[in-house]
């Protein structure tokens, strides 16, 4: 399985960016690929997360409203809109799928997910 991210920068407060993951090797009859985000000094946290079809989505309180997680299962692509950025959303961003199925109150859990990109950075200022 590879999962390789793409779209971060620069950007100003309020701005925007889209980034995208390009899965390959991942083939789940029932999976859950997601978003996670780790600034300098902190824990890497969950930012959204979808089950399989989009029938369940997640995301974090501190970005419900400005982001959005989709999936495009034709090129087997994840993407992350983030719109109206704020300077506390700048870190490196992961794409991560998950080997089963995590429960609701998980899914924003590291451990929770086995594959994992190399990451892009994203800074607001």
């Known amino acids: 399985v590879q999962l390789v991210e793409s779209g971060g920068g620069l950007v100003e407060v309020g701005g925007s960016l889209r980034l995208s993951c390009v899965t390959s090797?991942?083939?789940?009859?029932?999976?859950?690929i997601g978003w996670f985000r780790e600034a300098p000094g902190k824990e890497r946290e969950g930012v959204a997360a979808?089950?399989?079809?989009?029938?369940?989505?997640f995301y974090a309180e501190a970005v419900r409203g400005r982001f959005t997680i989709s999936r495009n299962n034709v090129n087997n692509t994840l993407y992350l809109q983030m719109n109206n950025l704020k300077p506390e959303d700048t870190a490196s961003y992961y794409c991560?799928?998950?080997?089963?199925?995590?429960?609701?109150?998980?899914?924003?859990?590291?451990?929770?997910?086995?594959?994992w990109g190399q990451g892009t950075q994203v800074t607001v200022s």
């Open positions: 090797g991942y083939h789940r009859k029932r999976n859950c």
């Open positions: 979808m089950y399989t079809g989009g029938r369940k989505i």
């Open positions: 991560a799928a998950a080997s089963f199925v995590p429960y609701a109150d998980t899914w924003n859990k590291v451990g929770e997910y086995t594959f």
